[in-house]
Every structure is written in C-alpha cells, then in structure tokens.
C-alpha cells in the first residue's frame, strides 16, 4: 500500500475497536461530569506514578508534555461546560485557544526536530526518515495556528450533553487540522500513525461533523487525553514489533504527498479568513470570522435556546421561592 506496508484483517477489526472506544468514552464523558472528574483527574493522579516507573526508549519528552498538555485542556474546558466562572470572568476564554495554540506549537518544534536532526533509523523506539516534507508541513502548522480564530464566541450548553461549543471553528479548519495532525504523527511517530494519527483524528473529527456540531476542541482534547493516557501505561502495546502494529511505507513520496496537501488546505483557509477579515474589517483578536454563514449560524443557534430555557425556567424558581 501507499500510506502503509500490508494491513492484515485483525488490526483493521483493531483499528474499528480504537476508533469505537474513543467515539464512546467522548459520549460519556460529554453526558457525565462524574464521568469527566473520574477521567481527566483522579485516573491521571492513580496513574502518574506508574508512568514514572515505566522507564522506556519509547517515550520522548513530547509524550510527557503531550498527556499533560491534553489533561490540561480538559480540565480548562470543564470550568466552562460545568461553571459559570467563563461568563462571569470572559478573559477565561482565552485560555481555550492558548492551549490549542500551545498543543500545535509542540507538534511544530518537534516536526522541526526531525527535520533538523535529520532523524535515519530507531529514535525513542521507532524508525524514522526525515525530509523536506517536515518542513512544508511545519509550516502548514504555523498557518492552522495562526487562523484560530473566535474564540470569545465560546459557549456551554445547558442540554443532556454539557458540551463546550465553538461557531467559529469551522468543518474546514478541522479538516485542515485533522489531516495536518496525520501528517505529523506519520512523520514524527510513525510507529503508531495508523492509530494515533487516522483513528485519533476521526474520532474527534466524526461527532462534530455529524452529530455533535460545535464541538470539535472538546472531543480533541477529551479523546487525546484517554489516547495518551493509554500509550504512556501501555507504551509496547502498538509498538513496533506488536502483532498490532501497523507499519508506514516509509516512502517519501507518501510524506511529500500527505505534508503538500496539509499546506494546501491550510493555507487555503488562511487565505480565505484573510479575504474575510478585509472584506468585512473584522478585528480577528475580538470579531467571530466566519459569523452570518451558515454553518456558523447553526452552532450559535444553540445559545439562544440555552437563554430560552434560562428564561423559562427563571420564572419557575421565582415562583418556587415565592411559596
């Protein structure tokens, strides 16, 4: 195969089980704030210690700050879907972006690491090639870091599913992000990209495509979390000499091919948010770019009847208080 060498039918089925897991640990998470505090606080704190003790070549400084990192986006995003302390204090929301900006900055200097170094062989337990293709698709990072964009529009739903939601992120900055991510970790972790890279990319990509519009960075950082959780306590289970693992092609031109269209669809938004930001003389720290199109329109539809149900129910507790 192009992307990768042959795929027996028991890591596809392994695959299906990796991607179905993500998908229904990010359901529960988002119906249970039990559910969140189990996952993203007291399991990190039993587990610490053992990833201590797992002393290996596998994991690098990256997988460290990368589970910490994630942890710590879940836990900024639970102060907004369960509090009101955002509302209350707006410049929270700005942690949001800072902590998606920080999470593609790492990916980038490692993507250069590569690059630079020149990485030829078994590095932290996996084989490597490096190539120009790092740099064209550190740079596709630099422009999906810079076209982040209206975050003060971040809101929280009062439904079933307490979900953090953001308009402004956009199918096509996702994708952009998604298949710029696969071209990174196939670059530079290639010994797990047929999981970490696809299935942990479409598992965050597929709900907020589908069903779950708006909520893009909270699948990210909760279905991230639980990956990286996973590598650092079972850092051998899709190692390179694993019956599961599933080895790239180690062809060139499949990192060229991957890092050129990651460049083209970022730098495609980057344009077009560009041409937005003129046309309507929009101030891209403060405005919501993509405001008025309609898929921007259906996400933010969804505050308005949170304030509904808010208004609602704010005569019932009047009249309760009443009695």
């Known amino acids: 195969m192009f992307f990768f060498d042959s795929i027996p ?7 299906f089980v990796v991607f179905g897991i993500l998908i229904g640990i990010n359901e529960f998470i988002r119906r249970s704030k039990w559910g969140s505090i189990a996952f993203f606080i007291v399991l990190p704190v039993i587990l610490t210690p053992i990833w201590l003790m797992n002393d290996n070549e596998i994991t690098s400084w990256f997988t460290w700050v990368k589970v910490y990192s994630a942890l710590a986006g879940c836990l900024i995003y639970m102060v907004i879907r369960f509090t009101d302390y955002h509302k209350k204090h707006p410049w929270y929301l700005v942690l949001v972006p800072s902590i998606l900006a920080i999470n593609i ?7 250069l690491q590569v690059g630079i170094i020149g990485f030829d062989g078994i590095v932290d337990g996996m084989q490597y090639i490096s190539g120009g293709w790092n740099y064209v698709n550190a ?6 870091l810079v076209t982040i964009c209206g975050w003060a529009g971040i809101f929280a739903t009062n439904g079933k599913c307490k979900d953090m939601l953001w308009p402004d992120q ?30 942990l990319n479409l598992a965050a990509i597929v709900p907020a495509l589908l069903w779950a519009k708006g909520t893009w960075m909270q699948n990210r950082a909760q279905t991230l979390s639980f990956w990286m959780m996973w590598v650092m306590t079972f850092p051998y289970f899709f190692a390179e000499g694993s019956t599961f693992n599933v080895s790239v092609s180690y062809h060139p031109a499949a990192n060229w091919t991957l890092a050129i269209v990651s460049l083209a669809l970022n730098g495609t938004i980057a344009i077009w948010q560009g041409y937005r ?14 405001k008025g199109t309609g898929e921007y329109n259906l996400v933010n539809s969804q505050r308005q009847q949170d304030i509904n149900i808010e208004t609602i129910d704010e005569p019932r507790n009047t009249a309760a208080a009443g009695r």
């Open 105 to 111: 900055v790492e990916a980038i200097v490692r993507e």
């Open 9 to 15: 039918w028991y890591n596809v089925v392994m695959w």
């Open 170 to 199: 956009t199918r096509l900055w996702i994708i952009a992000y998604g298949i710029w991510n696969i071209s990174y970790v196939y670059s530079c972790a290639p010994g797990n990209a047929f999981y970490s890279g696809v299935a």
């Open 139 to 144: 740079f596709a990072g630099l422009f999906n």
């Open 277 to 290: 930001i003129i046309k309507h003389r929009l101030n891209p720290l403060k405005d919501d770019i993509w």
